[in-house]
Structure formats: structure tokens, C-alpha cells
């Protein structure tokens, strides 16, 4: 049956930046000093930061489905298993068909040894969850069987260890998440998930331009 390894550390995000430089993501509007990611969204043409919680991803052997195969005997019969996400949907919709996702890594940090980089991936609804394919370092550099989930993007990095991830095309409406990428046959066992739709309402923790303080929960 097929296996998975997972990295239980995601990638250690401090929880507060002091003394760092926090980069401006529109005028008027920089991004907080805290441990997740923002999202450079626009809402009624203005610009505003939305935070991409993270959410934790399950292992789905479908031990029911795989049993039935084995006992019917069929050669061509391949166990299954799925990388899920609960729910149909992400908490934070975005209205921007291109958000720009800032981020910030401790580079000092032993955990942080293999990360290879980062990804946007599709993710599938499917009931009351999302499916989310595993990507390999191997499929991020490019010399590994091309995977029609990944979406392309632009990387970018700032001062004080800030990255920025950018769709380099438009993102359809639907679910989608941002994972990191070890090296080797490691997965992330979190990830940061945020849905597209620019009819959604107005995310309640936004975060608009000349704000002082960050909303409670961030």
C-alpha cells in the first residue's frame, strides 16, 4: 500500500517579529509581525490583508474500498489513500483572482533545514471535504511527472526572511492551498487553505489601510 511521510512541523513561523522590518503591501498597509501567512486581497477596489489560517491534513486509507479491491482479486487493482482537508470550503475567501500571499521564515531555525519551497495547489471538494494532492520536490523543480493541480507562481523575497507567493495567472473560483514543499519524500501535514470568489462578503479580519491595530485572533 502506498505510504505517506509527513513533516509535523510545518515550517516554525515566529509568533512575533521584534525588531523586523514588516514589508508594505499596498500604501498605508503592512503586513503584521505574526505566525501565519497574509493574503494581499481587494475588496470593493480597495486593497486589503486577509489572514490564511492553517489547516491540518488527514490521511484517508479508505481501508473499506481497499479491502473490496483485494478480495476481488484484480490485478490492475491499486490500494487508494487521499490527503483530505475537512470541510467543503476554506474559512477566508479571497476576491482577488491573483493575491499576493506573504510570509515570513525563521532561517535561523533547524526545522526549516528541508523545506524546498512553496506551492499553490488545487484542492478538490469532495462532500464534506477537500482533496489535496501531495506534491514532491521532484514536481516543483520540474524533473517529476507533471501534476495539473500545481499552480504556477512567481517567488519573491524581501528583506528580513519576508517571501512572497504570486499566481502567476488568474485563479479560477474554487479551493486552493498554500503548502510547502520538502526535499525528499516528506509532506506537510499542515497547510494554509483559502477558497476564490470575488462575490464573497468581506472577510470580518481585514485588515485595510492606515489600520493600527490587528483584529483579535490574529
Known amino acids: 500500500m502506498k505510504r505517506f511521510a509527513f513533516a ?3 515550517v516554525c513561523l515566529p509568533v512575533t517579529l521584534v525588531g523586523q522590518e514588516k ?9 503584521p509581525g505574526t505566525a501565519m501567512p497574509y493574503a494581499l486581497d481587494s475588496f470593493a477596489g480597495k486593497p486589503e490583508l486577509i489572514p490564511i489560517q492553517h489547516s491540518n491534513v488527514s490521511l484517508n486509507n479508505h481501508a473499506g474500498a481497499n ?17 483530505e482537508l475537512r470541510g467543503e470550503e476554506a474559512a477566508v475567501t479571497l476576491h482577488s483572482r491573483r493575491p499576493i500571499l506573504y510570509f515570513h521564515i525563521d532561517g535561523d531555525d533547524d526545522h526549516n533545514e528541508n523545506l524546498a519551497g512553496w506551492a499553490i495547489v488545487r484542492a478538490k471538494a469532495d462532500n464534506d471535504r477537500r482533496i489535496v494532492a501531495q506534491i514532491r520536490f521532484t514536481q516543483l523543480t520540474g524533473h517529476g511527472k507533471h501534476n495539473d493541480d500545481i499552480i504556477d507562481t512567481k517567488e519573491g523575497h524581501l528583506p528580513d526572511g519576508w517571501t512572497t507567493i504570486t499566481p502567476s495567472e488568474d485563479l479560477a473560483n474554487g479551493q486552493y492551498v498554500l503548502t510547502p514543499i520538502y526535499k525528499g519524500n516528506l509532506f506537510a501535514s499542515t497547510v494554509y487553505a483559502f477558497g476564490i470568489d470575488p462575490s464573497a462578503p468581506e472577510d470580518d479580519l481585514a485588515i485595510k489601510p492606515g489600520a493600527t491595530d490587528v483584529p483579535l485572533g490574529q
Open 23 to 31: 514589508p508594505e503591501a499596498a500604501p498605508g498597509l503592512r503586513v
Open 67 to 83: 479491502v473490496a479491491g483485494e478480495l476481488a482479486g484484480s490485478f490492475f487493482y491499486k490500494p487508494k489513500a487521499t490527503t
Open 8 to 10: 509535523f512541523c510545518l
